[in-house]
């Protein structure tokens, strides 16, 4: 099976697996906001971004050794296999423990980042927090072992795994929440399910791949070592930058604003988080791909397939930029949950848009970043993105409040639209950026153009939002938006690239 074919399988899967997925939440996510309420909802999201900040701990091994895998992986040395995969083990369970410690040295500070808990003691945010992780700390005993799947570019084996055991435990937890209301037995319902998940992929992986039981593996040379080391301290400037700009908004509007609004904001993220994954699994599908074309092909070859790769993200980014923009509050507000009190000003969505379009470019460039390995000559622009967003965001929360989060958020994220370019293009393919620049002014123009095309077009249509008029509205931003991006690049080498590889698939 060759690297489109892989790739489009793990497409498919990815699909099938996000939409179930997105199904499944939605459902979960409306039951939990109409039995626990808004407080627990904002509770819920915290935690999650708290523990999201915790797994600093694995400070980019992970990637290192993934990308270590490619090689060894192409050529079917098995040894050497073996010798990263018990590597990657243990580095994992250190992970793990770090974790579990830096989790309970924090408890006592939790206080402080949930702003008008309501009715909440201390003891049960405390207990809940544990409960969290508690989860996050056993993930890491199994995380290591997809790794060579996803080297073999056998993606969906995990994602078949994560979309079965989401099942499970949302139907648990919906059954828990409308048998007891209860938040504590909700997570309790998580945690049985999700360490019942672990044990099944032990003993399924260790099937799939039967020579990682072998007790006679080989230490990686001091060479193999140094090479993992290097591409770990390069990301860990990474990994720091990113939770920094990714993951502190949560808690930053918890902290300065209340536990009430980050339930609110958690909305709106997690609409465009998860409609988004339909967009992301094409891009993150390929990455291993991406990786046997770094190590096989001419830099001219990887640099026409960059462009292709390029392009589409552009296409696909720009259309979920376009319909959120004019669907999502009025989905929340109107269709969803039927109370204007869950939305946000429309300057704040403007800005959450803003940032996934551009997040776009971003896509692009760190999957190819890490398909090549080239970690250390960007490794400190993450932490100045970092400090950017969260010296933005905390002295704009205080005056604009939620929408200057998001102004931290925007202004950090263009940073690396601005500079990443220029590494890639200097390193990976020899070239100046300017071209890339300029397809950018393109690719943006078409967008905004078609999206203030769209907004009378909107005012018309569902000047009051409901199910009907909402449904019409998106099959009309689908057609517009895809006919007109459609006219204007169909004559690009990007373009004819992309409809030859799907003709041919067909074939």
């Excluded at 915290?46 to 915790?54: A, E, F, G």
Aim: hydrophobic share 50%.
């Amino acid at each position: 099976m060759g690297r489109i074919q892989k790739a489009g399988k793990n497409i498919i899967f990815g699909y099938i697996s996000n939409l179930v997925i997105l199904l499944v939440n939605f459902i979960q996510r409306t039951v939990f906001i109409y039995v626990l309420g808004r407080t627990f909802s904002g509770v819920n999201e915290t935690y999650t971004n708290v523990l999201s900040v915790l797994s600093l701990a694995e400070l980019g091994i992970g990637t290192a050794l993934n990308y270590s895998l490619y090689k060894p992986v192409a050529e079917r040395d098995i040894e050497k296999i073996k010798s990263y995969m018990r590597f990657y083990k243990k580095a994992y369970l250190t992970i793990a423990g770090v974790i579990a410690v830096l989790g309970i040295a924090i408890s006592p500070f939790l206080k402080y980042i949930l702003k008008n808990p309501g009715n909440l003691t201390v003891k049960e945010l405390t207990l809940y927090y544990y409960l969290f992780l508690f989860n996050t700390v056993i993930s890491y005993f199994v995380a290591y072992k997809y790794s060579l799947s996803n080297a073999e570019q056998k993606n969906y084996i995990q994602t078949n795994i994560t979309t079965l055991t989401k099942i499970a435990t949302a139907t648990v937890q919906i059954t828990v929440l409308l048998l007891f209301r209860n938040f504590l037995f909700y997570l309790l319902a998580q945690s049985a399910v999700e360490f019942l998940q672990k044990i099944f992929v032990t003993v399924y992986m260790n099937r799939a791949y039967p020579y990682l039981r072998d007790k006679d593996v080989k230490k990686l040379t001091p060479e193999e070592t140094k090479v993992v080391a290097a591409k770990t301290k390069a990301l860990i400037c990474h990994k720091v930058g990113d939770v920094a700009r990714l993951q502190t908004d949560i808690l930053v509007i918890s902290s300065f604003v209340n536990v009430d609004t980050s339930a609110i904001v958690g909305n709106y993220t997690y609409i465009i988080t998860y409609v988004g994954n339909f967009v992301n699994i094409i891009f993150e599908s390929v990455i291993s791909g991406f990786g046997n074309v770094v190590a096989t092909e001419s830099k001219e070859r990887q640099y026409l397939l960059f462009r292709v790769y390029r392009f589409f993200a552009c296409w696909l980014f720009g259309f979920g930029a376009v319909g959120f923009f004019h669907l999502l509050t009025p989905f929340i507000g109107d269709v969803w949950l039927r109370d204007k009190g869950w939305t946000l000003p429309q300057v704040t969505v403007t800005l959450l848009v803003m940032d996934f379009y551009l997040k776009g470019g971003r896509t692009v460039l760190a999957n190819f970043k890490i398909a090549a390995g080239v970690f250390e000559q960007d490794r400190f622009l993450p932490l100045i993105q970092g400090i950017v967003n969260l010296v933005v965001s905390i002295a704009l929360v205080m005056k604009i409040g939620v929408t200057g989060v998001y102004v931290g958020t925007l202004v950090s994220g263009i940073l690396a639209n601005l500079i990443r370019p220029e590494i890639i293009y200097r390193v990976c393919f020899e070239k100046k950026a300017g071209v890339y620049f300029r397809d950018s002014l393109k690719y943006m123009g078409v967008v905004l153009a078609v999206g203030a095309v769209i907004t009378p077009i909107r005012k018309a249509v569902m000047g009051e939002a409901t199910v009907l008029t909402f449904a019409l509205m998106v099959i009309l931003i689908t057609l517009l938006y895809n006919l007109v991006f459609l006219a204007v690049f169909h004559r690009t080498e990007e373009f004819s690239y992309l409809w030859n590889a799907v003709t041919a698939r067909k074939k």
